[in-house]
Antibody
Framework: EVQLVESGGDLVQPGGSLRLSCAASGFTFNTFWMHWVRQIPGKGLMWVSSISSHGNDLRYAESVKGRFTISRDNGRHSMYLQMNSLRVEDTAVYYC????????????WGQGTLVAVSS | DVQMTQSPSSVSASVGDRVTITCRASQDISSWLAWYQQKPGKAPKLLIYAASSLQSGVPSRFSGSGSGTDFTLTISSLQPADFASYYCQQTNTFPRTFGQGTRVEIK
């Protein structure tokens, strides 16, 4: 069974940093692209960042470029999102998701982890 | 960036109704479009990929169509479990933009 479990969400002050983790199981992790998507409570979905299966192709939304860094450790079946210079508008539930092979769609999602940026 | 525009933003419908949601891309995305369902407090769930392919395990009352810039998600006979929010996402290019969502409410 495919499972994605996020962790690391917390309350942090503006300008602070946080590292989110996504632990994957139930599939061959090193053959899939992985993504982060966020959602402000009560609002819509926003794609944040993506990483290729071997970690050599990284993509970011313009609003997080230069502040967030996506990475993965295929040996640990895990993906990460290092979030620096956090802003109030980064407050959201952050989901990790797997991209289905050949479909480009996000076929499995984690339960989400809440990041709250507030003074 | 490709802008995705969904309509309507909300729809009130009854059990058994046929519901259609549209999604328009600001440029040609071929058939690289996905549809997701999201219930309150839960993660999104993939319904349709590549515009018209039904994800495994999704009921056949859900269908998708379209190509280029105009797409539709149709629920042929609305069931109580279908009251939720629905999002389209273009999967053609980065950034992988979502539509703003459509809430399907009980009439």
């Amino acid at each position: 069974e495919v499972q994605l479990v996020e962790s690391g969400g917390d309350l942090v002050q503006p300008g602070g940093s946080l590292r989110l983790s996504c632990a994957a199981s139930g599939f061959t992790f090193n053959t899939f692209w992985m993504h982060w998507v966020r959602q402000i409570p009560g609002k819509g979905l926003m794609w944040v960042s993506s990483i290729s299966s071997h970690g050599n192709d990284l993509r970011y939304a313009e609003s997080v470029k230069g502040r967030f860094t996506i990475s993965r450790d295929n040996g640990r079946h895990s993906m990460y999102l290092q979030m620096n210079s956090l802003r109030v508008e980064d407050t959201a539930v952050y989901y990790c998701a797997r991209e289905g092979g050949g479909t480009f769609a996000l076929d499995y999602w984690g339960q989400g982890t809440l990041v709250a940026v507030s003074s | 960036d490709v802008q995705m525009t969904q309509s309507p933003s909300s729809v009130s419908a009854s059990v058994g109704d046929r519901v259609t949601i549209t999604c328009r891309a600001s440029q040609d995305i071929s058939s690289w479009l996905a549809w997701y369902q999201q219930k309150p407090g839960k993660a999104p769930k993939l319904l349709i990929y590549a515009a018209s392919s039904l994800q495994s395990g999704v009921p056949s009352r859900f269908s998708g169509s379209g190509s280029g810039t105009d797409f539709t998600l149709t629920i042929s006979s609305l069931q109580p479990a279908d009251f939720a929010s629905y999002y389209c996402q273009q999967t053609n290019t980065f950034p992988r933009t979502f539509g703003q969502g459509t809430r399907v409410e009980i009439k």
